[in-house]
């Protein structure tokens, strides 16, 4: 089993940045695809960004290109989102998720392995 544990998250001005991280343990981190997601009230989750095993490959939300930064450090078996220019509309529960079937797959919201999730608020 991979376990995947978050923190950053927080309160926040809009405008403001927060940085997230993700600690992964049980497996070798490297031999998965890691992203972010996130739920809203009373919306479904929605991916947010990925990254492939070797950071070759990253991928983001229309709504998130350009403030937010994904990154992973395979020796440290982490990844972490960089949020700058939060908005009031980036309010929510921030999943992380990885799945060795790579960034397509957890960017679906179908990975394999979630954290706890992590809540970000963003006032305006």
């Known amino acids: 089993q991979l376990q995947l544990v978050e923190s950053g998250g927080g309160l926040v001005q809009a405008g403001g940045s927060l940085r997230l991280s993700c600690a992964a343990s049980g497996r070798t981190f490297s031999n998965y695809a890691a992203g972010w997601l996130r739920q809203a009230p009373g919306k479904g989750r929605e991916f947010v960004a990925g990254?492939?095993?070797?950071?070759?490959?990253?991928q983001y939300a229309d709504s998130v290109k350009g403030r937010f930064t994904i990154s992973r450090d395979n020796a440290k078996n982490t990844v972490t989102l960089q949020m700058n220019n939060l908005k009031p509309e980036d309010a929510a529960v921030y999943y992380c998720?990885?799945?060795?079937?790579?960034?397509?797959?957890?960017?679906?919201?179908?990975?394999?392995?979630w954290g706890q999730g992590t809540q970000v608020t963003v006032s305006s």
């Open positions: 990254i492939s095993w070797i950071e070759t490959t990253t």
């Open positions: 998720a990885a799945d060795q079937a790579g960034v397509t797959r957890v960017a679906s919201g179908r990975s394999q392995y």
